[in-house]
């Protein structure tokens, strides 16, 4: 069986797994096509796809990126091509922001009684994009937590006292940066903003006009309902229609690359239609 698989996290994120083990699991499971999206840095991407094609995997590189109007998103960019250097001038101004972000988490936990450091972090962490999810796991290492959820649950989450938003972009900010860099912008996971189908409707109409290029139809908690009217969204508004796992590896083991939960089949086209749309 040939698969597809454009969306899932390494550990240069918040995933379990290097880009080069992705590859690997890519490999094994049949993938014939793939991308490593990490959130807000695209470094661990260009290191999976020149291990795909060592190993005659199609791969593009991608990040996906957090923007925020009525609802939080997730944007997905796609490149295929060359990449401008603005792209990484401004992940790195987003990484930046996680690193305050850490500092002012970490500040609140030490006063709480929980003796977590920004090295304590770090150790957990492939690369300077430190997230949540490596301070979960040193909250584990550390045994204030006895799982990443538990963490998440008792220290991370929105609910608790440590946690402070973060700055997110205006998604008519995050399509225009990744178009201008060489990328193609895709909604990720559309059911997450939890909209009816009349407002996801609209939201996505929105989208659109402001040069949103794909929608992600595709996704393992997605039945065939879903899936048809995403579909139907897509052909609607002339977008790219992409699919892709969410792998994030032991984070959430339930999810396998290529099949999601079993039931996951992105078509070959969708690569196609990605490199179309950069000519």
């Known amino acids: 069986m040939c698969l597809v698989d454009l969306h899932m996290h390494s550990t240069y994120s918040d995933g379990s797994d290097s880009p080069e083990e992705l590859a690997q699991i890519a490999l094994n499971n049949g993938v014939i096509g793939a991308s490593l999206t990490d959130h807000d840095i695209i470094?661990?991407?260009?290191?999976?796809?020149?291990?795909?094609?060592?190993?005659?995997?199609?791969?593009i590189a991608g990040i996906e990126v957090s923007a925020i109007s009525d609802n939080t998103l997730h944007i997905l960019g796609y490149y295929p091509n060359k990449i401008e250097n603005k792209l990484f001038e401004f992940l790195s101004k987003m990484r930046k922001e996680r690193e305050l972000r850490t500092g002012k988490m970490l500040t609140i936990l030490q006063s709480q009684g929980v003796m977590i450091s920004e090295q304590d972090v770090y150790k957990e962490a492939t690369s300077n994009n430190i997230?949540?999810?490596h301070m979960a796991k040193a909250l584990v290492t550390l045994r204030y937590a006895t799982s990443i959820k538990?963490?998440?649950d008792r220290y991370l989450g929105p609910k608790c006292k440590a946690y402070i938003s973060k700055e997110?972009?205006?998604p008519q900010e995050v399509i225009s940066i990744i178009r201008?860099?060489?990328?193609v912008p895709v909604l990720a996971h559309p059911y997450a903003m939890k909209l009816g189908r009349d407002e996801l409707d609209k939201y996505v109409r929105n989208l659109s006009q402001m040069g949103?290029?794909?929608i992600e139809a595709f996704y393992p908690d997605y039945g065939l309902s879903e899936t048809s009217y995403l579909l139907s969204l897509a052909q609607k508004y002339s977008l790219i229609i992409t699919?892709?796992?969410?792998?994030?590896?032991?984070?959430?083991?339930?999810?396998?690359?290529?099949?999601?939960r079993g039931n996951l089949r992105v078509p070959y086209s969708a690569i196609e239609k990605i490199r179309e749309a950069v000519f």
């Open 43 to 59: 470094e661990g991407s260009l290191i999976f796809a020149e291990k795909c094609r060592k190993m005659d995997i199609e791969a």
């Open 131 to 133: 997230s949540r999810a």
């Open 150 to 152: 538990d963490a998440f």
């Open 168 to 170: 997110i972009f205006q």
């Open 180 to 183: 201008n860099t060489g990328g």
């Open 212 to 214: 949103l290029m794909g």
């Open 243 to 260: 699919g892709g796992s969410d792998y994030h590896g032991n984070n959430k083991p339930w999810i396998n690359i290529g099949i999601g």
